[in-house]
Antibody, heavy 122, light 106 residues
Framework: EVQLVQSGAEVKKPGESLKISCKGT????????IAWVRQMPGKGLEWMGI????????RYSPSFQGQVTISADKSIRTAYLQWSSLKASDTAMYYCARPQGVGNWNDASDLWGQGTLVTVSS | DIQMTQSPSTLSASVGDRVTITCRAS??????LAWYQQKPGKVPNLLIYQASTLESGVPSRFSGSGSGTEFTLTIGSLQPDDFATYYC????????FGQGTKVEIK
């Protein structure tokens, strides 16, 4: 089955680090970009950035550049989103999503992970 | 950056109504536009891509139109399962989402 499976919910304190994951199965993981999308409580969808696992080419939204790091390990078919120092304002649901087209970042997404809820609270 | 503006933010409608949601881009995006439906606590679901192409499995009451900077999503006859929030997304230059339109029961 073609799917993206994300790591489980996290509860962290401000200042802590965190790395969440997104594993792709059932398709050629290295040939499709993977995007990360944030949804804060009760709010809309925000594109954070995108990575091509084949060569780890990574692009960031200006709003998230320097705030997070996106990476991938193609040997285990997994993409990551990480923070070095969390803030309360990072509390949100985070989705990974795969654009439809092989090798295309400029495409709609027909495949989404189930989401990882990150809660940052003292 | 390309900005996407949806209207209205909230729409009250009844079962059987024809519903139209508008999305405007801050610059031309040709037809690089998608529409998603999201229900509370659920993952976004792709409805339409390339402005007017219906994703496989999506009911034909959903349709999309437009090009350049102005786009519409139309639900031909609103069904109980359609009460949800709808987002447009441009993918000409990376991704940008509209702020969402909540379709609620009148």
């Amino acid at each position: 089955e073609v799917q993206l499976v994300q790591s489980g919910a996290e509860v962290k304190k401000p200042g802590e680090s965190l790395k969440i994951s997104c594993k792709g199965t059932g398709y050629s993981f290295t040939n499709y970009w993977i995007a990360w999308v944030r949804q804060m409580p009760g709010k809309g969808l925000e594109w954070m950035g995108i990575i091509y696992p084949g060569d780890s080419d990574t692009r960031y939204s200006p709003s998230f550049q320097g705030q997070v790091t996106i990476s991938a390990d193609k040997s285990i078919r997994t993409a990551y989103l990480q923070w070095s120092s969390l803030k309360a304002s990072d509390t949100a649901m985070y989705y990974c999503a795969r654009p439809q087209g092989v090798g295309n970042w400029n495409d709609a997404s027909d495949l989404w992970g189930q989401g990882t809820l990150v809660t940052v609270s003292s | 950056d390309i900005q996407m503006t949806q209207s209205p933010s909230t729409l009250s409608a009844s079962v059987g109504d024809r519903v139209t949601i508008t999305c405007r881009a801050s610059q031309s995006i040709s037809r690089w536009l998608a529409w998603y439906q999201q229900k509370p606590g659920k993952v976004p679901n792709l409805l339409i891509y390339q402005a007017s192409t219906l994703e496989s499995g999506v009911p034909s009451r959903f349709s999309g139109s437009g090009s350049g900077t102005e786009f519409t999503l139309t639900i031909g006859s609103l069904q109980p399962d359609d009460f949800a929030t709808y987002y447009c997304q441009q993918y000409k230059s990376y991704w940008t989402f509209g702020q969402g339109t909540k379709v609620e029961i009148k």
